[in-house]
């Protein structure tokens, strides 16, 4: 299989010490945090806002890295706390964030609703991009299984979890994932354990449905499937430190397979840091985890009229096409409104399951390491 052609088939008071340095951009300066991986990044730095700014000269754009979810999170608080008091958040929208969180954000009126009325472009948007009205999706990407075709015929690559798990035991040492809290690749192979032994539901979970009993109910048996996968993986049940340190083994011939994620994937083998014998496959029984990543929009930030400006550019068929060529990623919008070429070489998946974040997220992070993983340290 072509690699570029997978798509085609691929169905707050301690959290303050963690935040960025905070340094009002000033007027007409959009600040943006992000809690992305290194290559989204640097797509927002070298591609989106020099393109922004030559089609908005009256605007410049100001891209944070808030670290992960949990940099987002803090500064959400502050930024909640900042529309009670009527002061600056000093911050004007997420990249890639949940705006169900922080709790009684939304009823707070802390994002803005977003619509054809206030974002142009927007009913442009995929069906199966929409989550909520307080989120604009532009991008999408799914965790799928790369592998060393020299090693492993495609035809032998495993297509359900039952398969995988048996062909992990089965080749010791020749699989590894990062742990769950420092990469997306890691994080939904865990949670596609979570979902195997769910009955296969995502709709299960829920970013406000958590509770202890029902983590403790849904978690303890995927720990034991993880448990038992342990001693197969690479050195009988090491972890790699995130998505690119995966990526670097399996580029290194030291293990023959490797969740990954479909954009940085891509985006390795076109750069020739994967080879052209890279196979990909994605499970049928149940898609790993994945989906969309969306802008949100604070209602009290002090340039909320040019976020919104930025919202509608990243729908346009500029950038959304920039998405897919740049990174490998998916489409926001819908494919009808991508160029011929492009459409016949990607087709959007029909189906990407999702996990929320949250509380789910904390439970899963924390519970992997103290029942799969005692003795690693989370430093």
């Known amino acids: 299989m072509n690699r570029r052609e997978f798509l085609i088939t691929s169905s707050a008071a301690a959290g303050l010490l963690a935040l960025p340095r905070f340094a009002s951009a000033g007027a007409g300066t959009i600040d943006l945090y992000s809690g992305s991986d290194a290559n989204i990044i640097d797509l927002w730095n070298n591609i989106i806002r020099p393109a922004f700014q030559k089609a908005h000269p009256e605007v410049a754009l100001k891209v944070t890295d808030a670290g992960d979810n949990n940099g987002l999170r803090a500064i959400a608080d502050r930024a909640l706390a ?47 991009a929409l989550d909520t009205p307080y989120s604009l999706p532009y991008r999408g990407s799914q965790v799928l299984l790369a592998y060393d075709t020299t090693k492993l015929d495609p035809k032998d690559a495993p297509k359900s979890w039952e398969q995988l798990t048996t062909w992990i035991k089965a080749n010791p040492g020749q699989f590894i994932y990062n742990r769950p809290d420092k990469g997306g690749s890691g994080s939904n192979f ?59 083994l399996l580029a290194q011939g030291v293990v023959t397979m490797v969740p990954v994620w ?56 500029e950038m959304q096409e920039a998405i897919i060529t740049q990174i490998g990623g998916f489409p926001a919008i819908s494919w009808d409104h991508i160029s011929d070429d492009l459409r016949k070489k990607y087709v959007i998946p029909s189906t990407i399951p999702t996990f929320p974040s949250g509380d789910w997220e904390k439970a899963i992070n924390d519970g992997w390491y103290r029942s799969v993983a005692p003795g690693i340290s989370r430093t």
């Open 262 to 317: 479909s954009d940085q994937v891509l985006q390795a083998i076109a750069q020739g840091v994967l080879p052209e014998t890279t196979g990909l496959v994605q499970l049928g029984d149940l898609a790993l985890c994945g989906g969309f990543s969306s802008i949100t929009v604070f209602s009290n930030g002090a340039n909320k009229d040019a976020a919104l400006k930025l919202a509608a550019f990243m729908l346009t068929k």
């Open 82 to 128: 900042a529309l009670k008091t009527k002061t600056d958040p000093q911050a004007d929208l997420f990249e890639q964030f949940d705006p169900r969180l922080p709790a009684g954000g939304i009823d707070a009126g802390l994002w803005l609703k977003l619509s054809a009325e206030n974002v142009e472009g927007y009913d442009h948007i995929n069906p199966l």
């Open 190 to 248: 865990v949670r596609r354990a979570i979902h195997e032994v769910n009955g296969r539901d995502p709709k299960k979970f829920k970013v406000d449905n958590y509770t202890a009993d029902y983590g403790t109910e849904a978690l303890t048996p995927a720990w034991k499937i993880l448990n038992d996968l342990a001693p197969s993986l690479y050195e009988k049940g090491a972890y790699t430190s995130g998505n690119t340190q995966s990526i670097q």
